[in-house]
């Protein structure tokens, strides 16, 4: 996740104890039949405007009420895409890409993350993709934030070099406060159960009486709220890369695990710094590369570079930080980490930053922030002082992420307060026909968060953990066990008869 605590060793009892089958029960298509739903003739596709972007991709508008519960009432937009089953005589439904963030895309991924399926799983399904509400193409929603504001430290409340949370707690207080003045009824109306109904109302736009789907990061928690509130519209559901769905904290839970994911994936990093065949080698001994990031980070705390075109325009020992967080979630990304810690220990010039556009950061920020306030109300009060003490704690126990997953954030600021509780994800709310696919070091979604969303689906899901480093799974990080067995369940139904390492 992208905002996205507990240490863990393995299941509960109770987990431990989950009834086996021999073979999953599997949910077949519906047979066509007079009440077979058709697609929405409202819905218009057109041809997807944008760089990059398969021929075949298609676009449309689908409208979705304000509030669900006046469905004659206001409508806003929600924006969908698709690429059509590449063998129709081989077609047996939609799958249903849901995005990451809170604030993420999947507009666009028809041709990205789709094109890396399977041909079998191309051929399989039409590949489809959204822009959740208030994002983007959607309805979209900002709060009018200053420059400085949007920047990620910022945003993310990185504590000062020592310790103190005054400066974040002012900058939360004046983000929520823009927020209220800017972000308008849609914002008011965005959470993830609301992103749920709106996932019902494109199935039924597109006319399937079920879907598949492929839920990454925070999109596993919006896939679960989905199938424990509309159980039985599922088909095949994947979740890649869960946080702990924990109703009383959720998305504040998943900040707090960064402490724990961070320290989970540093290892591989530190072991790649110093493999000797690495080009942009950094230690002679992974067991140096730690100290060496800790000393610089502290360095940067009080002598920072000017970095031109990041956001603040200087590298210092929080952006380096964040820098690390962002670099963990693929080993892709690793490189650029090791060339800017040389570039900056050695006191070379920096290489280029690569800063979002404001006005992608502005739709991020708005639609992060109003999904974690508006889901849950289990934020201290306003007082500073809780987090304090809990950010002090946490720099003490985990310096890499110095205290910032426990730090106030706008939400204790929030002016209006959740409008329905949280969805709880229990073991008796739907059909057996979950699989969830996670990496053991996840550098933002821990494994210690998707064992616990795993013992909350009990009998109705199977686990497939995969011996890697990185955020996302499934044919994002080369393991053949794990993508195949992904593959065969949206091809089959057939999961493993039970949880399997890889």
């Known amino acids: 996740m992208r905002i996205l605590g507990s240490t863990t060793s393995g299941f509960t009892a109770a987990a431990l104890t989950l009834p086996v089958l021999a073979t999953t029960l599997l949910a077949l298509p519906a047979p066509a039949s007079a009440s077979t739903p058709q697609p929405d003739p ?15 991709q298609e676009c449309a508008d689908i409208s979705v009420p304000l509030d669900h519960a006046k469905p ?74 200053t420059h400085d504001d949007l920047a990620l430290v910022n945003v993310r409340g990185w504590p000062a070099a020592d310790g103190s949370i005054d400066k974040n707690t002012e900058t939360a207080r004046r983000l929520a406060a823009a927020c209220a003045t800017n972000g308008g009824e849609v914002m008011r109306s965005i959470s993830t159960r609301n992103e749920a109904r709106d996932i019902d109302r494109i199935r039924q736009a597109l006319g399937e009486r079920r879907l598949s789907a492929w839920g990454l990061s925070y999109g596993t928690y919006v896939g679960a709220v989905y199938a424990q509130m509309f159980p039985h519209r599922t088909d095949r559901w994947v979740l890649d890369s869960s946080g702990d769905p924990d109703p009383k904290r959720v998305a504040r839970g998943w900040l707090a695990n960064y402490e724990i994911a961070i320290e989970d994936a540093f290892p591989d990093f530190a072991a790649w710094a110093a493999d000797p065949a690495n080009p942009d080698r950094l230690a ?66 920096l290489p280029a930053a690569n800063t979002p556009p404001d006005q992608v950061m502005q739709n991020s920020v708005a639609v992060t922030g109003a999904t974690i306030c508006n889901d849950v109300d289990a934020w201290p009060a306003t007082d500073p002082a809780p987090y304090a003490r809990d950010v002090a704690r946490s720099r003490e126990q ?89 593959t065969t369940f949206l091809l089959t139904g057939e999961r493993p008869a039970r949880d399997k390492a890889c």
């Open 398 to 486: 985990y310096p890499l992420t110095a205290g910032m997953p426990r730090n106030i954030w706008l939400c204790a600021f929030w002016k209006d307060k959740p409008r329905e509780r949280p969805t709880r994800i229990t073991p008796d709310g739907g059909p057996s026909n979950v699989l969830m696919i996670q990496t053991r070091r996840d550098p933002s979604t821990p494994l210690a968060g998707a064992l616990k969303m795993r013992e909350a689906f009990g009998a109705r899901a199977r686990m497939v953990t995969v011996d890697t480093v990185g955020h996302g799974a499934y044919v994002a990080n080369g393991n053949a066990c794990g993508d195949d067995a992904v």
């Open 72 to 145: 004659r009432g206001p409508q806003i937009t929600v924006a969908v895409s698709r690429i059509r089953s590449e063998n129709p005589d081989r077609r047996r439904g939609t799958l249903l890409i849901i995005p990451g963030g809170p604030g993420g895309s999947s507009i666009n991924d028809p041709s990205g993350k789709g094109k890396k399926l399977p041909a079998s799983v191309r051929d399989a399904y039409d590949i489809v993709g959204f822009d959740p509400r208030g994002v983007g193409r959607s309805t979209p929603v900002s709060c009018g934030l």
């Open 284 to 349: 002679e001994t992974p067991a140096e590369v730690r100290p060496m990031f800790l000393a610089l980070a502290t360095r940067l705390d009080h002598a920072p570079i000017p970095w031109p075109g990041a956001n603040p325009a200087e590298l210092n020992g929080n952006v380096l930080r964040q820098t690390l967080l962002d670099s963990l979630y693929s080993v892709t990304r690793f490189p650029a980490l090791a060339k800017l810690m040389a570039a900056a220990r050695d006191g070379r010039e």
């Open 42 to 56: 409202a819905v218009r596709w057109e041809k997807c405007t944008g760089t990059g972007l398969d021929p075949r």
